[in-house]
């Protein structure tokens, strides 16, 4: 039996909390820039956003870099059309910096929003 995408997909769904392999490693580069002084502070879905009536946005990481701002870190394997969706939406409402990391070949490359 082949399984479609969205399949696979719904059995890698984590609980709420729990980080994939790809937020992980992301997680390990947060840890090292905090302890090169880049990065104050950082928390895995630390910051829940209301974009309108029952619809919200948690990015991955909450992030204070350390001059006090605060960016918002999205990180992927892959791109789904509502999650980019939602990441420009809160970005037009929310005044944070919001940064989509893309695993690509064992890199992150980063997109501003």
């Not at 997909?9 to 980080?19: D, E, F, I, T, V």
């Not at 420009?88 to 893309?102: I, Q």
């Amino acid at each position: 039996m082949r399984m479609t995408r969205k399949q696979v997909q719904a059995l890698g769904r984590l609980k709420s909390g729990a980080m994939n392999r790809t937020e992980s490693k992301y997680g390990q580069i947060l840890k090292m820039r905090m302890m090169a002084g880049e990065v104050a502070w950082y928390r895995f879905e630390g910051i829940k956003l209301r974009l309108a009536d029952a619809t919200f946005y948690t990015p991955d990481f909450a992030v204070m870099l350390a001059d006090g701002s605060i960016e918002l870190h999205e990180v992927k394997g892959f791109w789904q059309d509502d999650a980019r969706v939602k990441i420009k939406v809160a970005a037009e409402m929310y005044p944070f910096r919001f940064v989509a990391v893309k695993s690509s070949g064992g890199k992150f490359e980063m997109e501003e929003f």
